[in-house]
């Protein structure tokens, strides 16, 4: 059972543009949504959380926006770069205590 | 200070073997948690121990298994390898939990022939 639901499985942008991965949760208890990156043969990192006392959360290029009533989030990368081509996850938590939730991850890929 | 660190990088075992993966987190992190990760299957959330005590467990069979001791290092013990183990183990080690930033290790590669 798939309970954080991410799209797309791939996403391929212009050097310049802006990359946008959704994610949709479905437990109502979740309160906290990071977002990781992960470079091929490398662990992930951690990029961005968010928790839903607010809408949106800005670090340099990367903001997450968050929508709690339609139970959804999103990653925005603004002017992509060749070097932000990584797979990106993600998450939802619901305490220290539980597990965290993952997304299946998105494949992106940004042409020069 | 020092990542999580996973050993070995890399190994290669014969079905119906067993194997440990060990992880040494972060100073003073209590939370270690395991996944395997394959193509297209994301990361698959094997266990999680805290302060030496499975605190939440995924949905693997029972081969798979694991420990934490007191000094918040991890190890994971697959037995009766099967050609489907193949896959990255990565470790994650926290403060506290899942609310709490993951820091990941660079994972073991386990090929099983």
């Known amino acids: 059972q798939q309970q954080v639901k991410q799209s797309p499985q791939s996403l391929i942008v212009q050097k310049g543009g802006i990359s946008i991965i959704n994610c949709a949760y479905e437990?109502?208890?979740?309160?906290?949504f990071p977002w990781y990156q992960q470079f091929p043969g490398k662990g992930p990192a951690l990029l961005i959380a968010?928790?839903?006392d607010v809408s949106e959360k800005k670090e340099g290029r990367f903001t997450i926006s968050f929508n709690k009533s339609a139970k959804q989030f999103s990653l925005h990368i603004m002017d992509s770069q060749p070097g932000d081509s990584a797979t990106y996850f993600c998450a939802a938590g619901a305490g220290n205590n539980r597990k965290l939730i993952w997304g299946l991850g998105t494949s992106l890929a940004v042409n020069p | 200070k020092a990542g999580v660190t996973q050993t070995p990088r890399y190994l290669i075992k014969t079905r119906g073997q067993q194997v440990t993966l060990s992880c040494s987190p972060i100073?003073?992190?209590?939370?270690v948690s395991w996944y395997q990760q394959t193509p297209g299957q994301g990361l698959q959330f094997l266990f999680e121990y805290f302060s030496e005590t499975q605190r939440n467990k995924g949905n693997f069979p029972g081969r798979f298994s694991g420990r934490q001791f007191s000094n918040s290092r991890s190890e994971m013990n697959v037995s009766t390898l099967e050609l489907g183990d193949s896959a990255l183990y990565l470790c994650?080690?926290?403060?506290?939990?899942?609310?709490?930033?993951?820091?990941f290790g660079q994972g073991t590669r386990l090929t099983v022939v």
């Open positions: 437990n109502t208890a979740f309160d906290y």
């Open positions: 968010i928790r839903p």
């Open positions: 100073s003073g992190h209590r939370s």
């Open positions: 994650a080690s926290s403060l506290e939990g899942s609310n709490t930033e993951a820091f």
